[in-house]
């Protein structure tokens, strides 16, 4: 099972100096991914749930991926719906480019609907241009000279410009329910589940498996999410306060690796560790879980 590890594009500390230190250091340490947020806009009511800030994912790869070697870069997950297909299609091929072939594009649907009336994106549309999208994008990738004819999306004889080193390039899709693992089957991509408990994690993959056979296709792989507040053996764990760390539990190393040893048992390809952003403890908690828990 390989481990990525999920930085927080979400904070204001998140600048050009913590980029280098959290991503650089977590290659060294041994992580296998990076992956990164997307929101464009949200809501005042519900922003702090999501954080104080929001760097734009595709520069931010772009500068990760000269500050990096060999780590994989990963979106998880990019808001398809609420930009031009064929822009994206050429942001992607770009940063796969420029990183070697190290990109996984993780796309998801969006549920954030005040974000959706913000950019002027029909909230109701949003599966069905997520599929158009992506069916579109991958003519880009693949053809020097492409046509596609769609509902929203439509071009003929043109030039993409920018492909990438990857053919197939990498899809995840993401997503809780049978929508999304329907989309995963009908794209040949992975899937993402989002946040949830081990035993929520165990339920969705039997879910997916079930329908992975119906449909006479082979199960696609699955990048889990894992939200951990990592601590030492013995430390303290007072009342969590704020709304949007409710999810991640604390747990010492040994509970964590009781809880990875289940996740790995139910046929995870891949776990993105998502841990408490916290500017003074985010690289110490870097090296707990490399040295105690994820070994």
């Known amino acids: 099972m390989r481990f990525g590890l999920a930085p927080p594009n979400y904070a204001r500390w998140f600048d050009r100096t913590a980029i280098a230190d959290v991503c650089t ?33 595709f520069p931010l790869l772009g500068h990760v991926a000269a500050l990096t070697d060999r780590i994989t870069l990963g979106t998880n997950v990019l808001v398809t719906p609420y930009r031009n297909p064929i822009v994206t299609a050429k942001e992607v091929a770009t940063v796969d480019q420029l990183s070697a072939g190290r990109l996984v594009l993780g796309i998801g649907v969006g549920h954030v609907r005040g974000e959706f009336d913000a950019l002027g994106v ?20 693949e053809q020097d000279c492409a046509t596609y004819q769609g509902r929203w999306v439509s071009f003929r004889d043109v030039c993409p410009l920018t492909r990438p080193v990857q053919q197939p390039l990498p899809i995840l899709v993401g ?20 946040q949830g408990t081990v035993d929520q994690l165990e339920h969705k993959i039997d879910q997916l498996r079930a329908m992975a056979s119906d449909a006479g296709a082979p199960c696609p792989p699955v990048v889990a999410r894992w939200l951990i507040h990592p601590i030492v053996a013995g430390a303290p764990r007072p009342p969590i306060p704020h709304r949007g760390e409710l999810r991640r539990p604390r747990l010492d190393p040994a509970e964590a690796r009781e809880q990875l040893d289940r996740i790995n048992a139910l046929g995870v390809s891949e776990v993105i560790v998502d841990i408490p952003a916290h500017r003074e403890s985010y690289r110490a908690t870097i090296d707990l879980l490399a040295e105690q828990i994820l070994r």
Do not use: C, K
């Open 175 to 194: 997503g809780d329910g049978p929508r999304s693992m329907r989309r995963a089957l009908q794209h040949g991509a992975g899937w993402a589940p989002g």
């Open 122 to 141: 029909p909230f109701d549309e949003r599966g069905r241009r997520t599929d158009e999208y992506l069916e579109a994008m991958r003519v880009l990738w």
């Open 25 to 57: 250091h977590a290659e060294q340490v041994g992580f296998d991914s990076l992956w990164f947020g997307d929101h464009v806009v949200l809501p005042r009511a519900e922003a702090d749930v999501f954080g104080n800030a929001y760097l734009d994912v």
